[in-house]
């Protein structure tokens, strides 16, 4: 006789404290309470069981020319490691993604390489195709160098007045780097953050809040302060997101690895701010990693010339669910911010944990933190500003039904990719 489902996750620890069995079969979720007949049953017993997290800002690398920092292979194994099972990769690329060829080509190779769910952005600036990046698939526009980064020069007002106008007829979404970048010599994370101030990155959300066209839906990329969180809820209904080492990281407390691997844009604030963002933990709409690999080699360099950005797809959950065990923060606010509402805002299908949503899944241990050193990660980057710090890891990871990550190994399989609304195929990819 033909099992019910294929896999059953026995015993495991719901968020709702139900402890349930949960059959898994085509991908989905088919039942939740005792387990229906099945092929493989995994004993959860002890285990937390979670919907998959939803990180709406990593920057995966890979192509011709990034791989020697993180690649697809590397980066999903990353992602599902640390209990992320869809990853919204950022259009920085070399080169960027302007056009539909390109952000195909990028859609073949995730497919190929990754290991988790993927959706990808379409980049913007003045030469790029909007509209075929839609029909191409692009699930979000941005971010949008609305001030130059690594990887990313400043678009203009007017392109950006022009993209806003289409993005806001394709009823899509607009993601946006915001800062003011002043002249000066950036010697150190001190340095760095005067030359990137808080006051000017909420000055240019301001000024870029002023050409939102009616109806655009927006997005602020990783916000380093209240003032610019308290600025982004006065343009509602733009929404933001706010990034683990904005609240885990400052000048003053970066750990022990030189200054340059914590040098980021937006820059790591005085500790004050960084105390002040968790003060308002409960407005914060969103919280994503903005995973942006260097080696360690790049991030050791004089400290003007290392490339800004800090690897933390596989930490952002277990940072934070460490806060949920210590009680500093409630479960529910967590799922909130990296699940629920990452998804809302894409549009993208994701596990409730109730039968019929996808099995995109992660099962953490209920007590056991562990130190978090860079020699547990998967990153190819090889290094994390919060060695030494609590993590709860995941011990199995579930993507569409698929065990893709279990105690320590990896299943390779396909990417699933996630199209945007605009999705028109061709037949072609
Ligand atoms: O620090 C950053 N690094 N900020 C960005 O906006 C881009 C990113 C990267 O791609 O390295
Ligand atoms: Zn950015």
């Known amino acids: 006789m033909s099992s019910d489902a294929e896999c059953v996750l026995k015993g495991a620890l719901l968020p709702d404290g139900r402890v349930a069995d949960i059959s898994i079969g085509g991908g989905r979720i088919v039942h939740v309470g005792a387990a229906r007949r099945a092929d493989r049953t995994i004993d959860c017993t002890g285990l937390l069981c979670l ?3 939803v990180d709406m800002h ?3 690398r890979g192509g011709d020319k990034q791989g020697y920092k993180e690649d697809w292979v590397s980066g ?4 599902l490691a640390g209990g992320v099972t869809t990853v919204v990769d950022q259009p920085n690329t070399i080169p960027p993604l302007t056009g539909a060829e ?4 990028r859609v073949a190779e995730a497919t190929r390489d990754a290991c988790c769910r993927f959706g990808i952005n ?3 600036s003045g030469d790029s195709d909007i509209t075929g990046l839609w029909e191409a698939g692009a699930l979000a526009f941005g971010e949008t160098f609305a001030a130059a980064s690594s990887y990313g020069s400043a678009i203009t007002t007017e392109e950006l007045e022009q993209a806003f106008s289409v993005i806001a007829g394709l009823g899509a979404l607009v993601t946006l780097h915001c800062e003011d970048v002043l002249p000066g010599d950036d010697t150190s994370l001190a340095a760095h953050a005067a030359l990137r101030p808080e006051a000017g990155e ?3 959300m301001e000024m870029v809040a002023a050409r939102f066209p009616p109806g655009l839906s927006a997005h602020f990329c990783h916000l380093s302060s209240p003032l610019s969180a308290e600025s982004a809820m006065g343009t509602l209904p733009a929404t933001y997101e706010v990034m683990p080492h904005h609240l885990f990281l400052s000048i003053e407390e970066h750990g022990t690895a030189p200054e340059g691997c914590c040098k980021v844009n937006p820059p790591v604030r005085h500790e004050a701010t960084r105390k002040a963002l968790w003060e308002m933990w409960d407005a914060i709409p969103v919280i994503a990693s903005d995973h942006a690999p260097h080696t360690a080699e790049e991030k050791s360099q004089p400290f ?3 490339p800004s950005g800090i690897p933390g797809v596989e930490t952002m959950v277990p940072l934070l669910l460490a806060e949920v065990y210590r009680g500093r923060i409630a479960l529910s606010s967590l799922l909130e911010k ?3 509402t990452p998804a809302h805002l894409l549009g993208i299908p994701i596990s409730t944990l109730l039968p019929g949503t996808p099995a995109d899944l992660a099962l953490y241990p209920r007590q056991e933190t562990v130190k978090i050193t860079s020699d547990l990660l998967h990153s190819r980057a090889g290094w994390t500003p919060y060695e030494g710090m609590q993590g709860v890891f995941p011990y199995i990871t579930c993507v569409g039904g698929h065990l893709s990550y279990l105690r320590n190994e990896f299943s390779q399989t396909d990417g699933l990719w996630v199209p945007g609304r605009g999705y028109k195929c061709t037949g072609a990819e």
């Open 338 to 340: 990296v699940v629920y």
């Open 76 to 79: 999903s194994q990353s992602a």
């Open 202 to 204: 909420t000055a240019c």
């Open 51 to 53: 919907p998959g997290a």
């Open 304 to 306: 003007s010339e290392v």
């Open 102 to 105: 390109a952000f195909t080509g």
């Open 58 to 60: 990593v920057h995966m």
């Open 122 to 124: 379409g980049y913007v």
